[in-house]
């Protein structure tokens, strides 16, 4: 079992950054890759970036490309977002989400239900 802790969320005016982490603990060396989701208030959870251990490689929904980045330190098990010009169309609960080695479906169709593993998710406000 993978466990996945994020932190870094909080209230931020629009326009502003804000830098998200995902710790991963637990069965790591089996994580291929891992991926940040978001869900407003009334909305489905839509996947925002993904980020691949063994390539580096990202992926990114087209409404934050440009504009969020996602990166990860193998040493720690973390993986980052960072957010700059955010509007408060970002407003949500931000969530980090990991697929073990043999599961590939989620990178190239990164719904929810293509992850295995799931944080328990943090706060992004951003205010107008």
């Known amino acids: 079992q993978v466990q996945l802790v994020e932190s870094g969320g909080g209230l931020v005016q629009a326009g502003g950054s804000l830098r998200l982490s995902c710790a991963a603990s637990?069965?790591?060396?089996?994580?291929?890759?891992m991926g940040w989701f978001r869900q407003a208030p009334g909305k489905e959870r839509e996947f925002v970036a993904a980020?691949?251990?063994?390539?580096?490689?990202?992926n990114y929904a087209d409404s934050v490309q440009g504009r969020f980045t996602i990166s990860g330190d193998n040493a720690k098990n973390t993986v980052y977002l960072q957010m700059n010009s955010l509007s408060p169309d970002d407003t949500g609960v931000y969530y980090c989400?990991?697929?073990?080695?043999?599961?590939?479906?989620?990178?190239?169709?990164?719904?929810?239900?293509?992850?295995?593993?799931w944080g328990q998710g943090t706060q992004v406000t951003v205010s107008s």
């Open positions: 637990g069965r790591t060396f089996s994580i291929y890759y």
């Open positions: 989400a990991a697929n073990p080695y043999g599961r590939t479906s989620g990178w190239s169709n990164p719904t929810p239900d293509n992850y295995a593993y």
């Open positions: 980020f691949s251990w063994s390539t580096s490689n990202t």
